[in-house]
C-alpha cells in the first residue's frame, strides 16, 4: 500500500545498465527515475531517488497507484483510491465485502439485482449501521422490464435510507427510477453550481445508452415526477442543466449482462460522445468515465487507464474472495477457469426478450441447458403445445420434474412477489411457459450461491474471461489460495501492479532497453 507522507527527499542510488539492476528499479514507483546514460554515451540506465551524478536525459516523479486515474474521481466521491469493486447481483457482492471497500478508501456496491425487497431493504439497514457518516458505499439498482413496480421501489427506498451512491445497470432505456435516483436532491451550492446529494454510476455498454446518461433527464420523465409529488419542480428544474450521471461506467466484456465489447474501441467511442455532449449541454463539470469489464490483471488496470479511464471497476474476480456470497463448491470451480471457459446464457430477467449473459461454462451445463429452454420458448406459444419427446428431455434433463409441479413453486413465489404475474400467467399461456423456464434460471443461481451439490452441473456462476486471466496471474503467489483473497487485497495488487507497468512503459517509451521480466508483477501481502 502506497505511502503518501513526505519522507524527506530520497537518496541517490547508483545507476543500473543491466537487465535485472533496471527491473529491480522499475519496481520502486514511489520514487523518482531519472534515464541516464552511460560512459559512451550510446547505453540508456535508470537511477532512482535523487539525481546522481553524470548526464540525467530526463527524470519522472513518484508514481502512486491512486493517482492512476487523476483526481478528479477520487475527490468526487472522497476515495483515496480510484477503485471500485463492482455489484454482483443476488447479493454475491454482500454488505461484508461493501464495508471492507469502504474502510479501504476505495467504493463497494451491494449486489442488490435479483433480490426481493426485504432483502435490499435489509441490506441497505445493515449498510447505513455499520458504515455511519461514510459516503463511499452504494447498491444497485438494476434495471427490472419485467418487474418495473419494484425497480422504482428499490430506487425509492435508496433514496429514503440516504444511500450515498447507486450503480445503475443493464439500463436500455431511461425508467422513472433511474431519474428519480438522479434527480432527487439536487440544489445549488453557494457558487451557484448544481450539488447532488445522491451519485449515480450509470453502467453502459451501447453509445446509444450513454448518450442517454449523459444527457439532462427527458422534460417528459420529469414532469411526470413531480406530478406524482415524487420530485419538487425545483429538482426538476436542476435536472435539466446537468447530465443523468456524472459517471458514466463503460462495460465491455464483463460476466453477467454484456455486449462483449472490447475496451479498446469502446472506452475512446463513449469517451468522444462524452466530450461531444458537454459542449453541447454546456455542463460546467466535467463527467468521468470509468472501464469495466475484462479487468483481471494489472496489464488490463494499467491498459484502462492509459485508454483515459478515471476509475476501474473489478467484478467477476471477486467472486473467489472471501466476502462473496457464493458458495466454497462455485468459487472452487471459478478457481480453475481459463480465458475461455465461458458461454453466452438466455438472462432469467430478460428472458422473454431474449437477452443474454455471459456465465461459466468449465464444470457446468447451465449454459446449454438454459439455451434449450429458450429455444423451446421461442418455438413454441404454451407448455402443452411442446412436443411430448421434448417435453420428456426437458422434465428429466433440465427441470428434474413435471411442467406442472414447478408451476405450482412459480405460482407460490409469484403470489409473495407480484401477484399480477400470475393473472398474466394465467391469461397468457406463453407468458406462463416463461415463468416455468425462469425458475430453472432463477433456480440455478441460487444452487451456485447455496452448494446445492445436487445441482452443481446446474449452477449458473456469472463470469467474463478476466476470471481466467486472473487465475493465471496469481498462480504460484499467495493469492493463488482462495482463503487469502480478500476483496481489499485483490483491488490493492491490481493497483499496485498497474502502477508498476504504467512505469514500465514510461520508460520503454523514453527508449530505456526494459527486458519482459519488467513487465511483470507477482502478487504481494499489501497491508
Request: proline fraction near 7%; charged fraction near 20%; include cysteine.
Amino acid at each position: 500500500m502506497s505511502v503518501l507522507t513526505d519522507l524527506g527527499p530520497p537518496a541517490a542510488s547508483l545507476p543500473v545498465f543491466s537487465p535485472e539492476g533496471i527491473t529491480a528499479r522499475v519496481r520502486q514507483i514511489r520514487e523518482p527515475v531519472h534515464v541516464v546514460s552511460g560512459p559512451d554515451g550510446r547505453e540508456l540506465g535508470i537511477a532512482t531517488g535523487a539525481a546522481p551524478a553524470g548526464p540525467v536525459l530526463g527524470t519522472l516523479p513518484p508514481l502512486y497507484p491512486e493517482w492512476l486515474g487523476g483526481r478528479t474521481f477520487c475527490e468526487a466521491h472522497g476515495v483515496r483510491f480510484p477503485y471500485v469493486a463492482g455489484e454482483m447481483a443476488n447479493g454475491i457482492a454482500t454488505t461484508r465485502m461493501v464495508s471492507a471497500m469502504a474502510r479501504a478508501e476505495m467504493i463497494g456496491f451491494f449486489g442488490a439485482g435479483g433480490l426481493a425487497y426485504p432483502d435490499v431493504e435489509r441490506a441497505v439497514h445493515t449498510l447505513a449501521q455499520e458504515l455511519g457518516a461514510r459516503s463511499n458505499w452504494g447498491v444497485n439498482l438494476i434495471h427490472s422490464p419485467a418487474e418495473p413496480a419494484l425497480e422504482f421501489r428499490v430506487a425509492e427506498l435508496l433514496l429514503r435510507r440516504g444511500v450515498p451512491r447507486i450503480s445503475s445497470s443493464a439500463f436500455m432505456e431511461l425508467t422513472p427510477a433511474v431519474v428519480l435516483c438522479s434527480a432527487h436532491g439536487l440544489r445549488r451550492g453557494p457558487d451557484g453550481a448544481v450539488v447532488r446529494r445522491t451519485h449515480l454510476l450509470a453502467k453502459v455498454s451501447r453509445p446509444e445508452v450513454a448518450e442517454r446518461f449523459l444527457s439532462p433527464a427527458p422534460p417528459a420523465l420529469l414532469d411526470s415526477l413531480v406530478a406524482q409529488g415524487k420530485l419538487t419542480r425545483q429538482e426538476a428544474s436542476l435536472a435539466a442543466l446537468v447530465p443523468v450521471a456524472e459517471d458514466i461506467t463503460v462495460e465491455a466484456d464483463s460476466g453477467g449482462h454484456t455486449d462483449n465489447r472490447p475496451l479498446s474501441v469502446l472506452l475512446p467511442r463513449i469517451a468522444a460522445l462524452r466530450d461531444a455532449l458537454c459542449r453541447r449541454f454546456g455542463y460546467r463539470r466535467a463527467v468521468r468515465l470509468g472501464a469495466a469489464g475484462g479487468l483481471g490483471t494489472p496489464d488490463a488496470v494499467a491498459a484502462a487507464f492509459a485508454l483515459g479511464a478515471s476509475y476501474v471497476v473489478v467484478g467477476s474476480v471477486n467472486q473467489t474472495a472471501v466476502e462473496a456470497g457464493l458458495s466454497d463448491a462455485a468459487k472452487a470451480m471459478l478457481c480453475d477457469a481459463d480465458v475461455s471457459d465461458v458461454a453466452m446464457a438466455p438472462a432469467a430477467d430478460m428472458f422473454e426478450l431474449g437477452v443474454k449473459l455471459q456465465v461459466l461454462s468449465r464444470g457446468t451445463m447451465f449454459a446449454q441447458r438454459a439455451a434449450r429452454l429458450h429455444a423451446a420458448y421461442r418455438a413454441h406459444g404454451s407448455l402443452e403445445e411442446i412436443p411430448s419427446a421434448l417435453r420428456a428431455t426437458i422434465e428429466r434433463d433440465v427441470l428434474r420434474a413435471p411442467f406442472d409441479e414447478i408451476w405450482r413453486h412459480t405460482r407460490a413465489f409469484w403470489e409473495q412477489r407480484d401477484p399480477a404475474e400470475i393473472t398474466r400467467a394465467e391469461a397468457d399461456p406463453k407468458h406462463r411457459m416463461a415463468l416455468v423456464f425462469r425458475w430453472y434460471l432463477g433456480s440455478s443461481s441460487r444452487w451456485a450461491i447455496t452448494g446445492e451439490e445436487s445441482r452443481r452441473a446446474d449452477f449458473q456462476i456469472w463470469c467474463g474471461p478476466a476470471m481466467g486471466a486472473f487465475n493465471r496471474w496469481v498462480a504460484g503467489s499467495f493469492l493463488a489460495d482462495p482463503a487469502h483473497r480478500s476483496v481489499v487485497r485483490i483491488g490493492l495488487n491490481l493497483l499496485e501492479g498497474a502502477a508498476v507497468l504504467t512505469r514500465a512503459h514510461q520508460l520503454r517509451t523514453y527508449g530505456v532497453p526494459l527486458p519482459a521480466e519488467a513487465f511483470t508483477y507477482a502478487p504481494c501481502e499489501l497491508a
